[in-house]
């Protein structure tokens, strides 16, 4: 990737972070359709309508559509509380994603507990009840295969739900995102190379400097390193995206990494941050993203906002 590229993608990004009884038997979701949703909600802005959901849809799990357009049916929610982690900001009520995002959570969970000063996971945002936009925040998490992860170590795990609204992480970066900080441990890398060496995993994105650092560490097996990309922000936390589950139809993954441990790359993102290349002179003003509106997300994604 060439200076000019990344400093395009720099000024790209940063406008967009200034700018996750009984029960009825589930509705068997039909096959997806190239065509879009026509409902009298078709022109409704999609972060209102599934905003305003508060349980998941009574349909068999699926995520639909894709990362940043799309929503998810039959969605599990993550328990507030674990043996081995903690649902932070419960008042977004974004713990719910697709069963197998949540057993995927708890996994890693366990994995963390078993690295010193952790007892395991503080979790951020996954998903809205029934995925979708959000009201505020990501344009991704919308068909609950994504997980935002603490960097803060999970000390304690008794937090009260009002502790964990006024609880914050800790930043690991220094000289904006070129290097890690004092907060970095070996603790965090472990927790992330287990992450990236799940199957289930397609992506986790944090800092560049944290990248460079772990290729700088990284010891024997390097193959992890080639799912962990570089990406603004992220020194709070790190982002985990799941491929699309075995059998998923509707669901459509990202693009796999480039090949290779995609050290070479990060470097180049830390390099650009330490010398910002000159602004390219030809690049045109970007419009501002409208807001989606239901007919841009699949058609299923109708009837998951029906759904009882």
């Not at 000024?11 to 065509?35: F, H, K, N, R």
């Not at 909600?41 to 990362?67: D, M, T």
């Not at 970095?184 to 990248?211: L, M, N, Y």
Request: aromatic share 6%; charged share 20%; with cysteine.
């Amino acid at each position: 990737m060439t200076r000019l590229s990344i400093g395009l993608l720099t000024a790209i990004a940063g406008l967009i972070l200034a700018s996750c009884d009984e029960a009825p038997a589930p509705e068997v979701l039909a096959p997806p359709e190239p065509v879009i949703a026509t409902s009298g909600n078709s022109n409704a802005i999609a972060k209102q309508l599934f905003g305003a959901k508060k349980e998941a849809s009574a349909q068999r799990p699926g995520p639909l559509g894709s990362y940043a357009k799309g929503c998810v049916a039959g969605a599990a929610q993550l328990p507030e509380t674990g043996p081995t982690w903690q649902a932070m900001r419960l008042s977004r009520n974004r713990n719910w994603a697709h069963p197998e995002t949540v057993d995927f959570v708890q996994d890693l969970s366990r994995k963390a507990a078993q690295q010193p000063g952790w007892n395991g996971l503080y979790v951020g945002d996954l998903s809205q009840p029934r995925g979708g936009p959000m009201l505020t925040g990501h344009a991704s998490h919308q068909i609950g295969l994504d997980a935002d992860i603490w960097l803060r170590p999970a000390d304690n795990l008794a937090l009260s739900a009002s502790e964990r609204e006024n609880i914050s992480s800790i930043s690991l970066r220094r000289d904006r995102g070129a290097f890690v900080n004092d907060n970095w441990t070996p603790a965090h890398q472990e927790i992330i190379r287990a992450a990236a060496s799940d199957p289930r995993v397609a992506r986790i994105f944090i800092f560049p400097g944290a990248k460079v650092r772990m290729c700088q560490d990284a010891k024997g097996d390097r193959s992890w390193l080639n799912k962990v990309r570089p990406w603004f922000g992220h020194h709070y936390h790190f982002h985990v995206r799941l491929k699309c589950p075995a059998g998923a139809e509707g669901c459509i993954d990202q693009a796999p990494p480039p090949a290779g441990d995609g050290c070479a790359d990060a470097q180049a993102w830390v390099n650009n941050i330490l010398n910002p290349p000159p602004p390219d002179p030809n690049a045109k003003p970007r419009k501002p993203r409208r807001d989606l509106v239901l007919a841009d997300l699949p058609a299923q994604c109708a009837a998951v906002l029906q759904s009882r």
